[in-house]
């Protein structure tokens, strides 16, 4: 049963022509990796991957058959014999053409998601008090669910937003939302903490597309030059997500007839919502997926099997599709510079938020006294400290707009300049302002100062990713995202012990001197970033892609 974005697209199919190229003509990018002689045969590219998947189990029981097959087979057609079909220029089938009220209608149900996966990483942490009494568990193994959801964030994507990019970014949405909203639900019906710690980890795998495949999402329908309003909501969500979820969780925390369960059944709720609105508002808006179901149709009705979409040449078996499809973020993180070393520094900023997640109520709790609904008040820093980013973020564009033709990609980078100087600074003062004879406001300044400085380091990732590399901007971003909540779930694993041998002082002056030592990174890719890229073979793609 195909969807309704696959019977619009397919109706569509005769309705207006396609430009036609050869080889040499293709401006699509794909893989680098894959090589002429890995194209698919002409019988391949139609052949369903269950039957692929048979096909290659039944190979192993029969080797000399696999050989045979492959000898006979495994001929890729010639670049005269293929055809490569692409979406003429201003065609509305193109996701880059849909009309804005669509492209609206798109990235605030995406943005949405984020802002609920980002809630639900921190909402958690406001239940740990009845959570500790109604499961018999100790504080260690409370946290414990907070690290495992970042866990759960960090490894799917490395699968997820590479699958997205090959069969679409719909049907990922509409199936990990499902099963995001039912781990709520496991949460609040658990009886003992290792059925929270398993939830976790899953509604963490699950929940990760909302923050891995939305920047590419955005990629998809917003030209360069649009993309600021959206990104800077899609960071709202993210980061200011993280902060208001515990403002209403803590006061949920207080109320004896709601307590940590409820925290979970509200998150349910409000998740089962956002299905909705993907299921009624939200399209495919991956254009080679688009072309690919395109493709098949022209070969179904003309009987002309030269015609295909350049992105099914990375499909020439199972075994490469999946090669491609889960490799390709590590490859993206270990070799290209630009993406290992954002997430590196994106990595580090996460695992700080992710102390203050954890630290904020210890802190204000012993030094000054604060109950838990005060406390999760003080987390409305991390909205105050996004809304800044959005103010700072407008100067961004005057500056990207005014540059871009110069600077290319790297124009991205004026914001993260500005919060690579603000984040250590940040971090100096909240660690030696940390005394209960220091009046607390100053410790909220330090918060939104570093959310701020937060914000404009995670919101320029995206944009400078999604910019760099384009049709492969997920990968991109789930490499980043794989450094981002690895660290975040590592950091609340050792943060009180560190705090506890070190001081509040000490312990965050270090965090401070790491950030110092990181401030060069923006200043460098914006120096060098279009000689960095240009010896990429992903990104270098892209920039050839772009001028053509």
Not at 15 to 40: C, G, K
Not at 48 to 64: E, I, M
Not at 253 to 269: C, F, G, K, S, V
Not at 299 to 309: F, N
């Amino acid at each position: 049963m195909i969807s309704r974005d696959e019977e619009a697209t397919l109706a569509d199919a005769s309705e207006s022509q396609f430009a036609v190229h050869h080889l040499e003509e293709v401006t699509e990018p794909i893989d680098p990796r894959i090589s002429p002689v890995d194209r698919p045969s002409q019988r391949q590219l139609d052949e369903p991957l269950v039957r692929q998947l048979s096909d290659y189990v039944h190979a192993h029981h029969n080797p000399h058959k696999e050989q045979t097959s492959t000898s006979t087979e495994k001929q890729p057609p010639s670049e005269d014999e293929v055809l490569y079909i692409e979406f003429e220029k201003g065609d509305p089938r193109d996701p880059i053409n849909f009309t804005r009220r669509r492209k609206w209608a798109i990235t605030l149900p995406a943005t949405f998601f984020t802002f609920l996966s980002a809630a639900a990483a921190s909402t958690y942490a406001m239940g740990w008090d009845s959570m500790i009494v109604d499961l018999n568990c100790t504080r260690f193994q409370a946290t414990v669910g907070l690290s495992l959801f970042a866990l759960g964030f960090s490894v799917i994507p490395l699968v997820s937003a590479s699958f997205s990019e090959e069969f679409g970014r719909h049907p990922l949405y509409v199936i990990t939302s499902i099963v995001f909203g039912l781990m709520h639900m496991t949460v609040a019906l658990s009886k003992n903490i290792q059925t929270v710690h398993i939830a976790r980890f899953l509604a963490g795998a699950f929940g990760s597309t909302g923050s891995t495949m939305v920047g590419g999402t955005i990629a998809d329908i917003w030209l360069p030059y649009e993309r600021g309003l959206p990104m800077a909501i899609f960071s709202v969500a993210a980061i200011g997500g993280t902060g208001l979820g515990p403002v209403a969780a803590g006061w949920v925390e207080m109320n004896p007839h709601l307590r940590w369960r409820w925290i979970q059944w509200i998150h349910l709720i409000l998740t089962g919502t956002l299905t909705v609105a993907i299921l009624v508002f939200m399209r495919e808006t991956r254009s080679a997926v688009l072309l690919t179901r395109l493709a098949k149709k022209m070969r179904k009705d003309s009987g002309d099997l030269r015609y295909r979409a350049r992105v099914e040449d990375e499909r020439a078996s199972l075994k490469t599709l999946i090669y491609i499809s889960c490799t390709r973020p590590l490859y993206l993180l270990f070799t290209e510079p630009v993406v290992a070393s954002f997430s590196i520094w994106v990595g580090f900023a996460w695992g700080i938020l992710y102390v203050l997640i954890e630290s904020i109520t210890p802190v204000f709790k012993t030094l000054h006294n604060f109950n838990t609904g005060q406390t999760g008040t003080v987390f409305v820093t991390f909205f105050i400290g996004s809304l800044m980013g959005i103010g700072s973020d407008r100067f961004q564009e005057i500056l990207y707009r005014k540059n871009v033709g110069t600077r290319g990609p790297e124009a991205r980078l004026y914001h993260a300049m500005l919060g690579g100087i603000v984040f250590p600074a940040a971090m100096f003062i909240y660690a030696w302002c940390t005394f209960p004879d220091v009046h607390w406001i100053s410790l909220v300044i330090a918060i939104t100062l570093f959310i701020w400085a937060c914000f404009g380091i995670y919101l320029t990732v995206f944009t400078y990713l999604a910019d760099c590399y384009g049709p492969f901007a997920s990968s991109a971003l789930a490499g980043q995202s794989l450094c981002r909540n690895l660290a975040g779930m590592a950091f609340p694993l050792f943060t009180q012990q560190m705090y506890d041998k070190l001081s509040y002082k000490w312990a965050n002056t270090l965090f401070a001197l790491i950030a110092t030592i990181m401030i060069p990174i923006p200043f460098v890719l914006f120096k060098w970033g279009p000689k960095i890229r240009e010896r990429s073979k992903f990104a270098s793609q892209v920039m050839h892609a772009q001028k053509s």
